[in-house]
């Protein structure tokens, strides 16, 4: 069989755990093989992260079921490729982005009608 990448690693991604599987070459010409099971909380990802680095895994391929472990794929993914630590954005995060979007598309439209438009904020609603 072909070796197309060298050093990759598969990651089966679960609710509160990622099993990690590392391949790298060794003295021979053979296979090593590695693995390494680590919680799904930020400071282990980042163990995860530092430790394929150090194997120096170039590839890795992720697998996971179910909606919870979509977004942790997703979180996992940004975390290996930015090599930065994940960041919680908060539950209001995509609330707060669409509000500023329609406030803006409104203003322009307002604006491409020849007012000039300036907003205020007023009090939050009891």
Not at 78 to 83: A, K, N
Request: with cysteine; net charge positive; proline share 3%.
């Amino acid at each position: 069989m072909q070796v197309v990448y060298e050093r990759c690693a598969g990651l089966d991604i679960h609710k509160r755990t990622v099993v990690a599987y590392a391949t790298t070459p060794s003295v021979g010409g053979q296979a090593h093989k590695e693995r390494r099971t680590f919680s799904t909380m930020t400071k282990e990802i980042s163990q995860m992260r530092n430790w394929l680095g150090s194997l120096g895994v170039t590839h890795v391929a992720m697998e996971s079921t179910g909606v919870l472990g979509h977004t942790l794929l997703v979180i996992i993914y940004h975390v290996l490729t930015e090599e930065k630590d994940y960041q919680d954005l908060g539950g209001n995060y995509f609330d707060e982005r669409a509000r500023q979007a329609v406030e803006k598309r409104l203003v322009r439209r307002l604006e491409n009608l020849g007012y000039q438009v300036s907003l205020t904020p007023t009090a939050p609603p009891a």
